[in-house]
């Protein structure tokens, strides 16, 4: 009785071993997502007073995450209406604002993400969190990002603000 309940036991131990395998070497689609939105958060994140060497290398890590003819259209509070189109606008404007800053934290909260019928497009929504370097107070704004897959990769094809109602 004891080497059978020991039996079982361990075949549940290894079973549950073998589903953690599974989804960390084959995760699911909201998964790889999700991931890429966590890499996009640390990319645009920066330290204070980086390098400009740094600031290029970072902004060409950066366009890695979309595609060539993204689409952005976003308003800043207290910077206004910002539209950029394709990698090449978003390389020079991730390096001006990198030469700008004097670091900021970025954190992508609330994701949901929402995978299309075609399973080769996603939108999602989620909050941004912005906190400037040696600030106690922090920026919030919704986004919404339409994914699509090319090749076996997600990559971010358009990112808009979600307008809110203001108070």
Known sequence: MVKTILRVAALLVIGWLLLLGYRHFF?????RIRQILGELARVVSMPPNSSPLANLAAANELVSSFTPDVEINVNVPGAGQHALSGREEIIQAAVA???????????????IVRLQADKQSAVTDLTAKVT?????????????????????AWRIARVETVRTLGL
């Open 132 to 152: 400037q370097t040696g600030e106690r107070d922090f920026d919030v704004q919704e986004l919404k990002f339409r994914l699509k897959k090319v090749g076996s």
């Open 27 to 31: 995760p699911s689609q909201e998964t």
């Open 97 to 111: 604002a990198r030469s700008h800053s004097r670091g900021v934290k970025v954190e992508f909260l609330d994701i």
